[in-house]
């Protein structure tokens, strides 16, 4: 009986470890056309929040996001401070003022890696383990 | 139910399941982006009528949509345009209308312009009011968005310098500043208001200047700020001059002008303060708003002025994926005076100073159920528990002509309202 408890806590907990991730988890990733190696916490939200359309080095860079998953949630709520249907209704708002674009959405890490290596200024976000071959990583300060 | 809001409300009932992203095309090596929205709203009242609709029998006239199309020319100069219509009982009466249609060149992040018909950036939500998928309630707070004076506020003919400015340590500011031409459509609800005297109204409108201010601050989640507006408005139009309903001497009037009404602004502007906070799932938003209005009406014969203010504070919590709760009470009150002007002038009317009668008044407090059906589809449930009707200077959600019966002092309402977007 007692192995059967610790059996289960370990499946909840590795079923919750599954579902959740932390900002640890996550690589942000750019087009190589980007100069800069690195970000700043509030550039890098400035960029998905569409009030930044370049980084300090002057590169022009736009956002890429993932559709959902633990890695796009993480992401958003550490890094944007917003939940996901907040964000969404923040881009539909620009969107229905003209103010701003729907970014570029894809399901994902490997679809969001080949976007963003083909793609002038993309800038994304993978899970830590993502393979990220033809796009450089920008460190985030 | 008219038969277009039947036609309507199947297509946009089917819609979903075939449509449920927004619709891009190629053009020239550029991505074009198509979005649309709509909304169907079902209203009921105990017992005065509310937005021109007949409520206290139950109305489903309250029909809205709109689609738009844009496209990122290079990678600072964008254009775009919308177009909406809707069907708010009288008011809309399904004329579509350009929404907003401009060019928007960003020089830098912190200075940007926009040129065309442009959605005026005042308070919280004026720009956004249209579009019920971005709001946690059905209505927004009437005190501070009032859909019937829509047209004052909603978007100027001319142009706007924005930006975004970072402050190291202290956050960020963002600014607009504008400045065009307002012209309101003959279906709004001012033009409906004077209606109900008698007066058609064919032009209304012109220059409006003013600047938004938001301040992103270094606390988590706060966001405080300031707008302002000033206007010179005039208006044109004709009437038979009721003398029941008419503040002037209609004979001496009528030989003056032949039945030719003008109106025209001798001071007029509005003041937004606000404030929101988003903590996880919860906001809370407050605002307030005075709208001064010094009017010389009847052709220079009438003065016209109004001190109105409102308030409101709300709150939503997303309880889960799909659902949504909040609330909000929502404080009017308007104090008028109207008199003559000059030696010959008709005798001043008693000042209406006391916005403790209910005529000068509402208050509204507001409970809210949001269900996100879909990424795309949302229905909400609200009740309004109103006390008082408002005031006969502003459009206020209260017509003369349908409460003819006159008005009671309270008014509970129940409104559903559906809602796409894509």
């Known amino acids: 009986m007692k192995n059967l408890q610790i059996f289960l806590i370990a499946t909840v907990v590795g079923i919750c470890a599954a579902v959740t991730a932390s900002a640890g988890d996550i690589k942000v990733i750019a087009n190589p056309a980007v100069g800069a190696s690195s970000v700043s916490a509030d ?6 929040l569409a009030t930044k359309t370049s980084l300090r080095d002057g590169s022009h860079v736009e ?5 959902d998953g633990p890695v ?7 890094y944007l401070g917003k939940t996901d249907a907040a964000l969404q209704t923040y881009y539909r708002s620009l969107v229905f003022t003209g103010k701003g674009s729907m970014p570029k959405t894809l399901a994902a890490d490997a ?3 080949a976007y963003v290596a083909k793609t002038k200024g993309a800038v994304g976000y993978v899970s830590a383990g993502a393979s990220t071959a033809g796009v450089k990583t920008l460190e985030v300060k | 139910m008219q038969v277009k809001t039947i036609v309507l409300a199947a297509v946009l009932s089917v819609g979903p399941s075939l449509l449920h992203a927004q619709f891009d095309f190629r053009v020239d090596n550029r991505d074009v982006q198509v979005h649309s929205f709509a909304s169907q709203g079902f209203m009921y009242s105990n017992d005065n009528n509310y937005m021109t609709m007949p409520t206290s029998q139950g109305s489903f006239a309250m029909t809205d949509g709109g689609v738009n199309a844009s496209v990122q020319l290079t990678d600072k100069f964008r254009v775009g345009a919308q177009e909406y219509l809707r069907d708010f009982g009288r008011m809309g009466e399904w004329h579509p209308q350009l929404d907003w249609g401009f060019a928007d060149y960003r020089f830098r992040d912190w200075f940007g312009v926009r040129g065309g018909k442009v959605k005026t950036e005042l308070g919280l939500f004026n720009n956004t009011q249209d579009n019920d998928s971005l709001h946690t309630f059905a209505l927004l707070p009437q005190s501070v968005y009032p859909t019937d004076l829509r047209d004052a506020t909603i978007a100027h003919i001319g142009g706007d310098a924005y930006g975004n400015i970072p402050i190291k340590h202290l956050g960020s500011l963002s600014y607009t500043v504008f400045v065009g031409d307002r012209r309101d459509s003959k279906f709004g609800g001012y033009s409906l208001m004077v209606q109900d005297r008698g007066i058609t109204i064919s032009n209304y409108g012109g220059l409006q200047y003013g600047g938004d201010l938001k301040w992103t601050t270094p606390l988590k989640g706060l966001l405080v700020g300031g707008s302002h507006l000033s206007e010179v408005v005039t208006g044109t139009g004709k009437t038979t001059c009721n003398q029941a309903k008419a503040s002037v001497n209609c004979a001496m009037w009528t030989a003056m002008t032949n039945g030719n009404y003008e109106e025209y602004s001798k001071k007029a502007y509005s003041n937004y303060f606000f404030g929101e906070y988003t903590l996880g799932n919860l ?3 407050s605002e307030y708003r005075r709208y001064w209005r010094d009017q010389a009406v009847w052709n220079g014969l009438w003065a016209v002025w109004s001190d109105t203010r409102g308030y409101y ?3 939503a919590y997303r309880i889960s994926k799909r659902f949504e709760l909040g609330g909000y009470y929502s404080r009017f009150t308007c104090k008028w005076v109207s008199g003559g002007i000059g030696p010959n002038g008709p005798a001043t009317k008693p000042p209406s100073l006391d916005t403790s009668l209910p005529g000068n008044h ?3 407090k507001v409970a809210t159920l949001r269900f996100d059906i879909a990424k795309f589809w949302n229905i909400k449930v609200e009740g309004h528990f ?11 959600g209260f017509y003369d002509t349908t409460n003819t019966q006159g008005y009671k002092p309270k008014t509970n309402l129940l409104l559903v309202r559906t809602g796409w977007s894509f």
């Open chain 2, 313 to 315: 504070a709300s709150a």
């Open chain 1, 111 to 113: 679809e969001v890696v």
């Open chain 1, 43 to 48: 550039e890098l939200k400035g960029v998905f």
């Open chain 2, 386 to 396: 109103m006390d008082g009707y408002g005031t006969n200077q502003s459009p206020d």
């Open chain 1, 63 to 67: 956002p890429v996001l993932e559709k």
């Open chain 2, 362 to 364: 509402i208050y509204d």
């Open chain 2, 283 to 285: 906001r809370v938003d």
């Open chain 1, 72 to 78: 796009h949630e993480a992401f958003v709520k550490e």
